[in-house]
């Protein structure tokens, strides 16, 4: 195997990891939804920690490879700053329309959604920019 | 952005993955060129026109009038 082969490699392994990164988060979300034991988000979590970390690893392969990491990097940002800004005064109107106080902390929201939707948004941009480019 | 990438490989009856890993991108990263849904950057473009003895401008053509 020489060297460029490798780098194919690699980028193929690459491609791969972030479809099962992706195919990891359906898995969260179904199991948080549904809710499926804590060991099925643990090994979906697990597994979502790998890709990002090989896909990470492997980004500067290839400038095509980079070219969706930074599209999915920049839009999970985006995606986490407008959450930010948004989900205080998303449940700050669900109240006043129900017309109940649910309680509801918003920092502790902020902190158990920040994650979900940083993967979410990171994986499904990833996707979408390589059925969108090519 | 308009090229000749496809009609250069093709003359040399180099695959996408053959020029890939002549100039250290992948297939992918090939196909999109051609396809003109990726402008390489500036150091693969230059590793192109070597490639090919070309110029740049000779591969790439960016559609804009250079009187």
Known sequence: MNAMEFNQHKVDRSLRASEIGLVAILLLVAASTLGWPLPVSALAYVVILVTVMMLFANRKQDEFLERHWNTAATTAFFAICLWGLLAPFTIGVIDGVTGAEHGRNVADTLAKSILPIALVSFFGAFQFSRLRNG | ?67
């Open chain 2, 1 to 67: 952005m308009d090229n000749r990438l496809r009609v250069l490989r093709a003359e040399r009856g180099w695959s996408q993955a053959e020029l890939g890993g002549r100039i250290g991108v992948s297939r992918q990263a090939i196909n999109a060129i051609e396809t003109g849904k990726h402008d390489p950057s500036l150091p693969l473009a230059f590793r192109l026109a070597r490639l090919f003895d070309r110029t740049i401008e000779e591969i790439f053509n960016d559609g804009a009038d250079h009187a």
